[in-house]
């Protein structure tokens, strides 16, 4: 079974500072990791995804993640926190030989001005 | 517009009823999952289908019950409510496997009073 972690439930960031939110995965077969973001009262959009091609990936609105196998992790960034990076963050997991992704607790991120 | 669309996008309804939520998902997409959001569970997967036939069963209570149509649309049906049912439901799509993740609906918020 595939399963991942997401470390703190809520991360507080002042407008221009790095944003980091900590993601680990389990999984016993090559997996494809995902991180979603939530607007409030609006479903989940993707914001990037690792499927095995180079481990740091780029996502959408100046984000990025970087995927190491030796830590199971896939720990989502931005160098610099705009205000419309509040939302709430989930990493998700999957594999070829599941039928579903396994998402996370989600962590929910406040931009201070 | 994801491309996955939900209806109704508001539903208020009292307690002992019944209601129906529809999903149609991303054109090309055979499988959709349901998800259950509330403030106090999170992220909840209900159920998922694929190209007619369930393929995976989540937290999902014996009063709801799904199905998905030969023209892939999905419908979600919730009975007996309870005012605890009150939350937001997501509908997803994907290709099979998952590899690109999944595409989420704008979601239906169901009030039940």
């Known amino acids: 079974a595939q399963s991942v972690t997401q470390l703190g439930s809520h991360v507080s960031v002042s407008e221009g500072a790095l944003v980091l939110l900590r993601c680990n995965y389990s999984s016993s077969v090559p997996p494809y990791l995902f991180w979603y973001v939530q607007y409030p009262n609006q479903g989940l959009q993707l914001l990037l995804k690792?499927?095995?091609?180079?481990?740091l990936v780029k996502g959408i609105n100046g984000f990025e993640a970087e995927f190491k196998k030796s830590e199971t992790s896939f720990h989502l960034t931005k160098p610099s926190a705009h205000m419309s990076d509040a939302a709430e963050y989930f990493c998700?997991?999957?594999?070829?030989?599941?039928?579903?992704?396994?998402f996370g607790a989600g962590t929910t991120v406040t931009v201070r001005a | 517009d994801s491309g996955v669309t939900q209806t109704p996008k508001h539903l208020i309804t009292a307690t002992g009823q019944r209601v129906t939520l529809r999903c149609s998902p991303r054109s090309g997409d055979l499988s959709v999952y349901w998800y259950q959001q509330s403030l106090d569970q999170g992220l909840q997967f209900l159920i998922q289908?694929?190209?007619?036939?369930?393929?995976a069963k989540g937290n999902i209570l014996e009063r709801f019950s799904a199905q998905q149509f030969p023209d892939l649309h999905s419908e979600l049906n919730l009975s007996s409510l309870e005012l605890g049912d009150s939350a937001l439901y997501f509908c997803?799509?994907?290709?099979?496997?998952?590899?690109?993740?999944?595409?989420f609906g704008s979601g239906t918020r169901l009030t039940v009073v």
């Open positions: 998700a997991v999957g594999s070829s030989n599941d039928y579903k992704l396994s």
């Open positions: 690792y499927t095995s091609a180079a481990t």
């Open positions: 997803a799509s994907s290709i099979w496997p998952p590899i690109y993740g999944y595409t």
């Open positions: 289908y694929y190209n007619g036939e369930e393929r």
